[in-house]
């Protein structure tokens, strides 16, 4: 397996226009996580799943964001009516939930610039 | 909310010096995980720091955690080039939520 892969990597769209991001994450791994990132900040959580059970959701994830995990394997990720500040980076993570410990792995991300 | 402060955010220093880079974090919390992330890359997992006292070492790496005082620590022995990258601590709630809150970031230069 070669990690937690995300497509695609970089997407230019125009403000008002809907996208939509995917991400595999490690095969075994039954959590999936999607983080924003803005240049020179740390990532802020967004939403997380556990299989296909959708668990917890930020504040942050407006109306505009809805995220599926159809099948608990694969996630997309998709922004209805781009606004400018939804520009950032898009990262995945996955992990294999374990009480004892748990580390997320991240995907390269999607880059997102809305003009 | 949980909060998580880095200091410094920004340390530049020369090849062969030690430093520290320090992590607060506002509320009490299991777990804390430190990230590298190069720029315009990913971010690659360095430590999980699971309890009172852990101490971790990779390399010229040492990340340590004191969850009384709510604080982990990331040293850096005689730095090289290759160690030039943001360094991100993060912490995971003590409740049952797995969401990762991060630091802004130390960006870390070390010149030759």
């Known amino acids: 397996d070669t990690g937690v892969s995300q497509n695609p990597r970089h997407k230019i769209t125009k403000r008002g226009q809907n996208v939509t991001f995917r991400c595999d994450p490690i095969s075994e791994h039954n959590r999936l996580y999607w983080y924003r990132q803005t240049l020179g900040q740390g990532p802020e959580f967004l939403t997380y799943?556990?299989?296909?059970?959708?668990?917890?959701k930020s504040r942050l994830l407006s109306d505009r964001f809805s995220a599926e995990r159809p099948k608990g394997s694969f996630s997309t990720l998709e922004i209805q009516r781009t606004e400018q500040g939804d520009s950032a980076m898009y990262l995945c993570?996955?992990?294999?939930?374990?009480?004892?410990?748990?580390?997320?792995?991240f995907g390269p991300g999607t880059r997102l610039l809305v003009l | 909310e949980l909060k998580v402060e880095q200091n410094p955010l920004f340390l530049s220093m020369q090849e062969g010096k030690n430093y520290t880079i320090y992590c607060n974090y506002s509320?009490?919390?299991?777990?804390l995980y430190w990230y590298r992330q190069d720029p315009g890359k990913s971010l690659e997992s360095l430590f999980v720091?699971?309890?009172?006292?852990a101490v971790k070492q990779e390399g010229r790496l040492m990340a340590s955690l004191d969850t009384k005082a709510r604080l982990s620590t990331l040293h850096i022995t005689a730095a090289v080039h290759d160690l030039s990258a943001t360094y991100f601590c993060a912490v995971e709630r003590e409740t049952s939520g797995s969401r990762l809150t991060f630091g802004e970031g130390t960006q870390l230069t070390v010149n030759p």
């Open positions: 720091l699971l309890s009172n006292g």
């Open positions: 799943f556990q299989n296909e059970a959708q668990l917890e």
């Open positions: 509320t009490t919390s299991d777990r």
């Open positions: 993570a996955s992990s294999w939930w374990d009480p004892a410990a748990e580390t997320q792995y």
